[in-house]
């Protein structure tokens, strides 16, 4: 099985730098994705990870370490439309690939 | 663009009612997927399918059942609605099982 572990919520400044994180456990791993989900709206892609390391993409970036079971997705430059919940999911080794399991989501807060 | 519709975005339904939840794309991706997503729980995979009129259970298909006639379309059916099927119904699509999915707007399905 998976188990998946974020931050509930977070709360940081408009033009700062935050970090969410995500732990797994899992019986067998082939990547990890992350989400961005508004309220009232639909996850949306922001970046997969399957090897070691860090992968950029503008003022997102997102790490992963395999033998710690852990990822984490840095944004820089916060704004205001960063407000949002942002979900970690974990792709099975087995499956198919198609089994995604999610955590259930760190709700951002930026403030002024 | 990839965009996946879904039938209804709020829906009221009376216990015991038959309900179908409709979803639609229109990039021609091999896979189709259905959650549910609740407070503190995340999303939870329903059903999902990789090929017309073939499915495979996810996490929590107990109560319901799938449809994929087409290609473009996967239909959730809750064969006897109840009230602990009140949710957040989203359905995703993706091009093959090691690609990202694509979400729709969700339907919030509210059973009395």
């Known amino acids: 099985g998976q188990n998946i572990d974020q931050p509930t919520e977070m709360t940081a400044t408009e033009g700062a730098i935050v970090q969410i994180n995500c732990t797994y456990q899992?019986?067998?791993?082939?990547?990890l994705f992350w989400y961005q989900q508004h309220a009232g709206e639909a996850p949306t892609f922001l970046s997969y990870n399957v090897l070691d390391g860090l992968e950029e993409k503008g003022r997102f970036s997102s790490f992963l370490s395999r033998s710690k079971g852990y990822s984490y997705l840095l944004l820089k430059e916060l704004q205001m439309k960063d407000s949002a919940s942002y979900l970690c999911?974990?792709?099975?080794?087995?499956?198919?690939?198609?089994?995604?399991?999610f955590g259930t989501g760190t709700q951002l807060k930026v403030e002024l | 663009d990839v965009k996946v519709t879904q039938s209804s975005r709020y829906l009221v339904k009376r216990t015991g009612e038959k309900v179908f939840l409709e979803c639609v794309q229109d990039m021609d991706h091999e896979n189709m997927f259905w959650y549910r997503q609740d407070p503190g729980l995340g999303l939870r995979l329903i059903y999902f399918s990789y090929d017309v009129k073939m499915k495979e259970k996810g996490d929590i298909p107990e109560g319901y059942s799938v449809s994929r006639e087409k290609k473009e379309r996967f239909s959730l059916i809750l064969e006897s609605a109840s009230t602990n099927q009140t949710s957040m119904y989203l359905c995703?699509?993706?091009?093959?099982?090691?690609?990202?999915?694509?979400f729709g707007p969700g339907t919030r399905l509210t059973v009395l």
């Open positions: 999911a974990v792709r099975p080794l087995t499956g198919g690939g198609n089994k995604l399991t």
């Open positions: 995703a699509s993706s091009r093959t099982s090691y690609n990202e999915q694509f």
């Open positions: 899992t019986s067998g791993f082939n990547g």
